[in-house]
């Protein structure tokens, strides 16, 4: 995400860092790369120059130039201005009225129906009883696109199959969620390849008809400052009150991000980071700066974590992790809980300098090894996996062989597993001696703990 951006930002701030005085001509100096690399970024012009006029004034005041650590201090400035450039504060959704109404708006391919699944996802998981609204009359297989979608979530979803008037879907949507104590509707709308006339005036009849509590615009991240006039369009005839950057994961630039706050006026709300339906996250606006500068983002990464992993399952495998007699099973379990948080590398690139770290790795390599690790344990039975001692050398080629492997590499799995168990039976003592002096070990939620003593 914004590799390209980020990459350019740390190599200004590892100049920055050692300068021991700050002076116009070293500030002039660095901000003149950081402007560069905002208009590499596709950052509209406008607001790349009054960024980078107001991080000047900011760095060149008393505060800085007095500091201990002038250039420290000044990564500091360009961090918070990043900040306010971004929108300052995550923008939640104000939602009000049984029902509440959601308009997703935006150009054809911009992802609108994957983006209102993926949202209803993410409201039903808040507690809200979500109906998607199928109210895309043009494009062939909208309506079933949205259908599978919901039966795959499990979100009832309103179809009008045939019918050609959109508000007419929406009277009798609005009259369905109320039979059906639904108190959240997301109206998922038609695009266009380009603006036009008519699509405009049919949103405006939609919006007048179910006034909507938002109207977000999902934009697709990678247009860079076109998504930004596009919004400008969308935003004077509708009064949006935020939007969703769609492929944001495949965005190596950022400039739909950096320009869409000043430029529009209004939040971005959600960004959808891949193509699951759990790749969908609040957009934070000091968390993608942190992101940006190569900051990392552990308190995201923190909240993956204790979405994904189940809290009983994550407890009672501390627990026997703590007293020694933590098995294969166990295990096996724990590689999967890691599985559901997502890619390798997006776990990654949430950690402080995450993603220097990836660079030139191959961390496709490392699922691999995840997935045929995963394949080796499946292949023994639930015996073996219980009393891993009884793997005898004719038991360990049965199981190379069921798992596709040579023999080293089910010697190299029990080896990591041995040292894991090893690693845990020490841990688990060590906590039990500082619970003594009444100190306690920190853990994520639910006990969560990466393996191999990660």
């Known amino acids: 995400m914004f590799d390209s951006l980020s990459g350019k930002l740390q190599n200004v701030f590892r100049n920055l860092r050692g300068l021991g005085k700050i002076s116009e001509s070293n500030v002039s100096d660095a901000l003149r790369d950081v402007r560069m690399a905002l208009l590499d970024a596709d950052v509209q ?74 949202l209803a996802r993410l409201l039903s998981k808040q507690g809200r009883s979500v109906l998607l609204v199928a109210a895309d009359v043009y494009r062939p297989a909208a309506m079933d696109q949205l259908a599978v979608l919901g039966e795959k979530l499990g979100v009832p979803v309103f179809v009008k199959k045939g019918e050609t008037d959109v508000n007419r879907i929406a009277n009798e949507a609005l009259d369905y969620a109320r039979t059906q104590q639904r108190n959240t509707l997301i109206f998922d709308t038609a695009g266009r390849l380009q603006i036009d006339e008519p699509l405009v005036q049919e949103l405006v009849r939609l919006r007048d008809l179910i006034k909507p509590q938002e109207t977000l615009l999902v934009i697709d991240a990678a247009t860079g400052q076109e998504a930004v006039n596009v919004a400008t369009h969308f935003d004077k005839a509708l009064n949006l009150t935020g939007a969703i950057l769609t492929k944001l994961d495949g965005d190596a630039r950022g400039g739909a991000a950096l320009s869409f706050k000043s430029v529009v006026g209004k939040p971005i709300k959600f960004m959808g980071v891949g193509e699951k339906p759990e790749d969908f996250e609040p957009f934070h606006p000091e968390r993608m700066a942190q992101r940006i500068l190569g900051m990392g983002d552990v308190v995201s990464l923190v909240e993956k974590a204790a979405e994904a992993v189940d809290q009983e399952k994550a407890m009672a495998l501390e627990e026997k992790m703590r007293k020694g007699t933590f098995t294969l099973d166990d295990f096996l379990m724990q590689l999967r809980e890691m599985k559901k948080m997502g890619p390798l590398e997006n776990l990654v ?5 995450g993603s220097e770290m990836v660079k030139g790795a191959d961390l496709s390599k490392s699922e691999r090894e995840f997935r045929r690790m995963e394949g080796i344990l499946c292949a ?55 619970g003594k ?15 191999f003593g990660g």
């Open 349 to 353: 690139g949430l950690l402080p300098g």
């Open 437 to 451: 002096f009444g100190g306690k070990l920190p853990a994520m939620p639910g006990g969560f703990r990466m393996p």
């Open 380 to 434: 023994m039975t639930p015996g073996e996996r219980a009393t891993p001692q009884i793997l005898n050398a004719r038991r360990r080629q049965r199981i190379a062989k069921g798992s596709g492997v040579n023999v080293a590499e089910v010697n190299n799995v029990l080896r990591k597993f041995d040292e894991m168990r090893e690693m845990m039976r020490k841990l688990g003592r060590f906590q039990k001696m500082m």
């Open 45 to 118: 012009f406008k607001v790349a120059r009054d960024f980078i006029e107001s991080v000047k004034q900011k760095a060149l005041g008393e505060q800085v130039i007095q500091s201990v650590h002038p250039g420290q201090q000044m990564i500091k400035v360009i961090h918070d201005e990043l900040v306010g450039l971004l929108g300052s504060e995550n923008a939640a959704l104000q939602l009000s009225g049984n029902p509440a109404c959601i308009l997703m708006c935006g150009l054809h391919g911009s992802g609108k129906t994957t983006s209102s699944a993926k």
